[in-house]
C-alpha cells in the first residue's frame, strides 16, 4: 500500500469552508486599507538572497528559506569547502535566490526600484504569503500570509496615529478585543546608554522581547550571557517592571532618560502619538509597554504589538518606523512606517472565540435539485437569472435521489434549495424552500430573487 502523502510541517490545507473564512479576513482587512487611501501592490514570492540577508538580524538570516540554484547548484562549490563544512561560503556558491522572510524589505526593494514611477508619500498595502524557517507550534508557521500596509516617504508621527487607528479599526471589525502595545526604539537605545551598555543594544532588544515568552529571570540569564554585566543588569529591573497609566509610565522613564538625547526623543514621539490617540474614542486601549522591543533592526522610531485579550496566542499585528530601510538599497533619507496583520494568527482567535458571520462560510446560496433532463433544463435557465441578479446558485448536476442532493445543500449550509418538477413545469412556478425555517412556497422567478436576495 502506497504512503499516504503529507505536507510539510508548519504548513496547512484550507477547505473550502476555511477559506471562506480566510477571504473574510482578507476582505475585511484589504476594506479597511482602502479606508486611509492605501493602494495594493505585489512582490514575487522569492527575492535576491543579496536582498533579504543581513535585514532581519543574525536570528532572522538563519531563518531564511533558501532556493538552491538551477541545473548544477554544486559547479561553483569546491572538494575542500564541502569537506570544510563552511555552511556560510557554501551557500553563498549554492543559492542564489530564497523565499521572502517578511513583506516590508521586498516593499523597500519596491520603492528604490521604482522611485520614479511613485509618488511620495507612497501608501502601499500587500497581502501575500511569507516564508520562515522556524520551529513549527501552535500559532506559529512556516508558511503565512501577512497583511501589511506602509507610508514612505514622510516622517510625520501622524502616520502612526493613523496605522493604530487601522489596528483598532480592523479589530473592532472582528469584534476581537485587542491590547494594542506601543513602544519606541530610541526609549531603549536610550535605556541601553543609561544603564552603560549603548553597545548592547541588539542584544538587550533581542532579549527583552522575549520576557512574556521566556520570564524575567530568563531574560536575565540571556542578558547576562550576551555580555552585560550584573551591574547593568541590576539597573534595568526597574525599567523591566514600570507600572501604571501610559501617563504615569512616560514620567517614570522621562526621569530615567533624562540625561540621554535620543532617549527622550524617543519619550516625545511616544507621547505626542498617545495624545492624539486619546482624542480619538478608539474601541480597543492602547498600552504603553517598555519592554516591547521587536526583534527585528531595522525599526528606528515607534513600534507596535497586537494581543487579543481573550485568547492566549501570541501577536496577531506588529509594525513600526524604519527610517533607514530604503538606503540599504542606495536610496537614503526616505523614512517609513508600517503594520502587519497575521492572518493565520487572526483566523485561529476567530475559530477559537466563534466570531465569523454565520452567512459568511457558505459561498453557494440557492440550490437547485435536479430531478431530469427537462427539468435540469429549466433549472439551468433560472439559474442565470439568479446568477445575473448576484446571487451564487448551485444546480446539481445528476439527477439522484432527492434526498442525497438535500443532504447535499444541507451539508455545505446553503440557505435556499428549489425544486422544480412536473407540476412546477406546468405552472412556470418554483417551489423555494428555506433550509433554516423548513417553510416552503411557490413563488415566481422574480420573487424568488427577491426572497434570496
Given at each position: 500500500?502506497?504512503?499516504?502523502?503529507?505536507?510539510?510541517?508548519?504548513?496547512?490545507?484550507?477547505?473550502?469552508?476555511?477559506?471562506?473564512?480566510?477571504?473574510?479576513?482578507?476582505?475585511?482587512?484589504?476594506?479597511?486599507?482602502?479606508?486611509?487611501?492605501?493602494?495594493?501592490?505585489?512582490?514575487?514570492?522569492?527575492?535576491?538572497?543579496?536582498?533579504?540577508?543581513?535585514?532581519?538580524?543574525?536570528?532572522?538570516?538563519?531563518?531564511?528559506?533558501?532556493?538552491?540554484?538551477?541545473?548544477?547548484?554544486?559547479?561553483?562549490?569546491?572538494?575542500?569547502?564541502?569537506?570544510?563544512?563552511?555552511?556560510?561560503?557554501?551557500?553563498?556558491?549554492?543559492?542564489?535566490?530564497?523565499?521572502?522572510?517578511?513583506?516590508?524589505?521586498?516593499?523597500?526593494?519596491?520603492?528604490?526600484?521604482?522611485?520614479?514611477?511613485?509618488?511620495?508619500?507612497?501608501?502601499?498595502?500587500q497581502i501575500q504569503p511569507v516564508w520562515r524557517a522556524d520551529r513549527p507550534q501552535k500559532g506559529r508557521y512556516r508558511e503565512f500570509y501577512q497583511c501589511d500596509a506602509d507610508v514612505v516617504g514622510s516622517e510625520s508621527l501622524l502616520n502612526e496615529v493613523e496605522l493604530v487607528q487601522i489596528i483598532d479599526t480592523v479589530f473592532t471589525h472582528f469584534d476581537i478585543a485587542v491590547a494594542i502595545k506601543i513602544n519606541n526604539r530610541k526609549i531603549l537605545s536610550g535605556i541601553a546608554e543609561v544603564i552603560g551598555a549603548p553597545d548592547k543594544i541588539v542584544d538587550i532588544t533581542v532579549a527583552i522581547d522575549k520576557l512574556d515568552k521566556i520570564g524575567l529571570d530568563n531574560v536575565n540569564a540571556e542578558l547576562l550571557a550576551g555580555g552585560l554585566?550584573?551591574?547593568?543588569?541590576?539597573?534595568?529591573?526597574?525599567?523591566?517592571?514600570?507600572?501604571?497609566?501610559?501617563k504615569e509610565k512616560l514620567e517614570q522613564i522621562a526621569l530615567v532618560l533624562s540625561e540621554s538625547e535620543i532617549g527622550e526623543k524617543g519619550v516625545e514621539e511616544v507621547?505626542?502619538?498617545?495624545?492624539?490617540?486619546?482624542?480619538?474614542?478608539?474601541?480597543?486601549?492602547?498600552?504603553l509597554d517598555l519592554t516591547l522591543a521587536r526583534g527585528l533592526n531595522y525599526y528606528t522610531g515607534c513600534i507596535f504589538e497586537v494581543k487579543a485579550v481573550d485568547v492566549e496566542i501570541g501577536s496577531i499585528a506588529g509594525g513600526g518606523r524604519y527610517d533607514n530601510l530604503t538606503g540599504i538599497f542606495g536610496m537614503p533619507g526616505i523614512s517609513g512606517v508600517g503594520i502587519s496583520f497575521g492572518a493565520d494568527r487572526i483566523?485561529?482567535?476567530?475559530?477559537?472565540?466563534?466570531?465569523?458571520?454565520?452567512?459568511?462560510?457558505?459561498?453557494?446560496?440557492?440550490?437547485?435539485?435536479?430531478?431530469?433532463?427537462?427539468?435540469?433544463?429549466?433549472?439551468?435557465?433560472?439559474?442565470?437569472?439568479?446568477?445575473?441578479?448576484?446571487?451564487?446558485?448551485?444546480?446539481?448536476?445528476?439527477?439522484?435521489?432527492?434526498?442525497?442532493?438535500?443532504?447535499?445543500?444541507?451539508?455545505?449550509?446553503?440557505?435556499?434549495?428549489?425544486?422544480?418538477?412536473?407540476?412546477?413545469?406546468?405552472?412556470?412556478?418554483?417551489?423555494?424552500?428555506?433550509?433554516?425555517?423548513?417553510?416552503?412556497r411557490l413563488v415566481g422567478i422574480a420573487e424568488l430573487i427577491d426572497t434570496v436576495k
Open positions: 500500500m502506497a504512503n499516504k502523502p503529507s505536507i510539510p510541517k508548519g504548513t496547512r490545507d484550507f477547505s473550502p469552508v476555511e477559506m471562506a473564512k480566510r477571504n473574510y479576513i482578507f476582505n475585511t482587512i484589504r476594506s479597511v486599507y482602502s479606508l486611509y487611501g492605501y493602494r495594493q501592490i505585489e512582490t514575487p514570492a522569492m527575492e535576491n538572497l543579496s536582498t533579504l540577508m543581513g535585514k532581519y538580524g543574525e536570528e532572522g538570516d538563519k531563518l531564511l528559506f533558501k532556493i538552491l540554484n538551477s541545473g548544477d547548484f554544486l559547479a561553483k562549490t569546491t572538494p575542500e569547502e564541502i569537506a570544510e563544512r563552511n555552511l556560510g561560503r557554501i551557500t553563498s556558491h549554492l543559492c542564489e535566490k530564497g523565499l521572502r522572510y517578511d513583506l516590508t524589505v521586498p516593499f523597500a526593494r519596491y520603492v528604490v526600484q521604482h522611485r520614479d514611477e511613485i509618488q511620495l508619500p507612497f501608501k502601499r498595502y554585566s550584573q551591574e547593568a543588569v541590576d539597573k534595568l529591573q526597574p525599567i523591566l517592571q514600570l507600572s501604571g497609566t501610559n507621547r505626542y502619538v498617545l495624545s492624539i490617540l486619546e482624542t480619538l474614542a478608539l474601541h480597543n486601549r492602547v498600552e483566523y485561529d482567535v476567530l475559530n477559537q472565540l466563534d466570531l465569523y458571520p454565520k452567512g459568511n462560510i457558505s459561498v453557494a446560496k440557492l440550490f437547485f435539485v435536479n430531478f431530469g433532463e427537462r427539468e435540469a433544463a429549466k433549472c439551468m435557465e433560472y439559474a442565470a437569472q439568479t446568477r445575473w441578479a448576484g446571487i451564487p446558485t448551485e444546480v446539481y448536476p445528476d439527477a439522484a435521489k432527492p434526498k442525497k442532493q438535500m443532504s447535499y445543500a444541507n451539508a455545505k449550509c446553503i440557505p435556499f434549495v428549489a425544486l422544480v418538477g412536473e407540476s412546477e413545469l406546468e405552472s412556470g412556478k418554483i417551489t423555494l424552500k428555506n433550509m433554516m425555517s423548513g417553510e416552503q
